[in-house]
């Protein structure tokens, strides 16, 4: 049944649901109204507005399924691999094998949000030492503790070195807990010298190629471990297939960014944006399913797209957002300033360009790895940043800090700074914790003034 | 035509009345917030238009700005106070390229083209460190009115150092201090350039100039010195520094009527 695209309320979606059935609507065994997450404890939705799209419906399903989708796989005898920290390499490795479910334990630092705190689990770090001087993230061993979220998984993997120094902390916490992890290194990608042997990487870095073969004979002890753990060989051909699906979930991502980053009315909110990016990472525990959420947004986005029909206002002030949010209402707060989204860097970018296809398996997951944006030198984000911001045409640039997040002390300024000057655009910078409530009332006369700022440049 | 502006920041209220052809203030006034921001500002509204003879149909257009703006219900359109800032210092020093604005419980940094357009800004709201509050915890622990900080940060020979970056430590701070024999100016000096310090650190970098001082906390003696030593910049203290955010609204609700 087809209404006119915009945000709306729970409430509403109550009313939509009941009228999208009506009108025939056929939805996966994880379907349902959206209702039912509040009544599990999903407080958070009670406070955002979604797109009020079927698709959109189809996304929210998904990720608020997701621990129910891990648990199903334990009981149906599938071997369980918690990735931390990577972004995107080894759950490509992981489902290149059958039987096997990936996931980000990472992820759980929605959690907070989206329970609103009733879940506990950042009481539970604190009790454990890790209090708020500690990313949110620390949610994650909250939940490996209690586990009330996901089942424990047959193996952790987590990569260390020029990564993320908090969530390599909360792992090493995790470990001494007695989770036992296998650690891999990132070593921190440099610029190669002159003489020295290179390749080029996604995202326009460069490294050398020594770096690629120690980050390759990393992969490969994941590897190793993946073949022990489930009893299978994870062959080349397997890799090369599971690397194909990567890509048809790349391609559609980066169809579905450019539509909606680049049409005259915005097709879809930022919230839905930020949720379906986040599929690349980690497939969201189902590689083909997250295929299929994707085509469904990526209709839905076309169509409108072809209608000229939008969620926002045309003369929405067009915003390039660096950092994820730990509180999701604040993509709602953006467009309610009058802004949209027009390019994010979630600190995975690199987890959104194909991974090569033409290079041995092992070898290309190792690139695609080393052009990790929080790898390398903070400079090289920031030119990542401003070439993606240019090309979508950002009038002006947020970056939301993480709190306690080690790598935003230092990145903020680098970022702001090269964006200040090579595209000279206003830059605003905020604090997102996962619940903004009592401080929303700054955060949103932070948004309208950035707005009112771009506003007022476009009449000069 | 008559315009209004209002400010309803988080420790004043502020309204100004502007005729919109000419951009001339008819009156301007101040008063403390509460609890029912609406009804007070309403009240200072009543008030100044009944001092010059004028009656609340005789304003055509209400912009509302400040912490409270939202709450004003009367306003005809709500904007920051960064742009009313920008606004209202660029109607007074065209040539300022910052303005640095202290109140009671945040303090801003806002860049400006030469055109007096908004560049960029950077806000703090979370620390009172970097705030009037700051100001007014002191005042209460030495026993001190407000408006005689300055007078005695004046005669300060070597200010403190106020190491702690929170305003509950620097307090019990400032206790140590009192009780290891420094005396109250020393210790007012000191955390005048401790507010100085943080407005500096939020701006990253080398602000333009001239910059140009607004807010409750430039009415404090010293403050402006204090802020240059920090900025290593010329300071200018606005003309009325405590209205410019109400100035620029009133200044864009004019443009807002001659739009209409």
Sequence with gaps: MNEAPRRITLDEWDRRHAELWAAGL???????????????GDLRLLSLEMDN???????????????????????????????????????VMAYSLPDVVAFYPDGAWWIPCVMQRSAGLLEI???????????????????YVNEAHFPIPELTTCSVGATC???????????????????????????????????????????????????????????????????????????????????????????????????????????????????????????????RVLEDLLEEVENRVRSGVGVLAPQAVRVFWVNPVADLRVMNLLEDAGGRICGTEYLFCH????????????????RMALADPMAGPSADRAERIC???????????????IPGASHCAIEAAVIGQMVRTRLALPVLEIEVPPITDSMEPTLRTRLEALIETVTERRKR | MICAGIDAGSRT????????????????????????????????????????????????????????????????????????????????????????????????????????????????????????RFLEVLATRLGVKLGSLGTLAGKSQSPAIISNMCVVFAETEIVGLLASGIGPEDIVAGVQASIATRVAAMAGRKVGSPV?????????????DALESALEEPVTIAPDPQITGALGAAILAARRASDR
């Excluded at chain 1, 056929?26 to 599990?40: A, I, N, Q, T």
């Excluded at chain 1, 604190?126 to 909250?142: E, I, K, N, Q, W």
């Excluded at chain 2, 945040?106 to 800004?121: E, T």
């Design chain 1, 26 to 40: 056929r939805e996966p065994d994880y379907g349902g109204p959206l209702r039912r997450h509040v009544d599990d």
């Design chain 1, 53 to 91: 799209s079927a698709a959109a419906l189809r996304l929210w399903n998904f990720l608020l399924t997701e621990e129910e989708r891990l648990h199903r796989a334990r009981d149906e005898g599938k071997k369980i691999v918690g990735t931390m920290k990577d972004l995107g390499t080894v759950p």
């Design chain 1, 125 to 143: 770090a604190d009790s454990l030492g890790l209090d708020d001087s500690f990313c949110p993230v620390r949610a994650m061993v909250g939940a």
């Design chain 1, 165 to 291: 120094d908090d969530v390599s902390a909360l792992a090493q916490r995790l470990e001494a807990l007695g989770f036992p992890i296998l650690w891999w290194e990132m070593p921190h990608r440099r610029r190669p010298d002159a003489e020295e042997a290179a390749v080029q990487l996604s995202g326009g870095f460069r490294a050398p190629e020594s770096q690629i073969a120690w980050v390759q004979s990393e992969l490969q002890r994941v590897r190793d471990a993946l073949e022990e753990h489930t009893g299978q060989r994870l062959t080349d051909e397997l890799l090369a297939a599971g690397i194909e699906r990567a890509n048809r979930v790349r391609r559609r991502l980066a169809e579905l960014r450019r539509l909606a980053f680049t049409a005259d009315a915005c097709p879809m909110p930022a919230l839905e944006m930020l949720i379906a990016e986040m599929l690349a990472i980690h497939f969201c525990s189902d590689q083909h399913e997250t295929i």
């Design chain 1, 351 to 366: 987890a959104l360009d194909p991974i090569p296809e033409d290079l041995p398996p092992m070898e290309a997951l190792a």
């Design chain 1, 387 to 401: 070439a993606e911001a240019r090309r979508f045409g950002a009038e002006a640039v947020v970056i939301s800090h």
């Design chain 2, 13 to 132: 209220i502020k309204v100004v009345l502007l005729e919109s052809d000419t951009l001339a203030v008819i009156a301007a006034d101040t008063m403390d917030q509460g609890v029912e921001q609406d009804a007070l500002a309403m009240r200072l509204l009543e008030r100044l238009l009944q001092q010059n003879g004028l009656r609340r149909g005789d304003v055509h257009t209400i912009v509302a700005t400040g912490y409270g703006r939202k709450l004003i219900t009367t306003a005809d359109a709500t904007v920051t106070e960064i742009t009313c800032q920008g606004c209202g210092v660029r109607q007074r020093m065209p040539q300022a390229r910052t303005v640095v604005d202290i109140g009671g419980q945040d303090s801003k940094l806002v860049r400006l083209h030469p055109d007096g357009a908004v560049a960029d800004f950077v806000m703090n709201d979370r620390c009172a460190a970097g705030t009037g």
């Design chain 2, 212 to 224: 140009v001082f607004t807010g409750g906390v430039a009415l404090v003696p010293g403050m402006d």
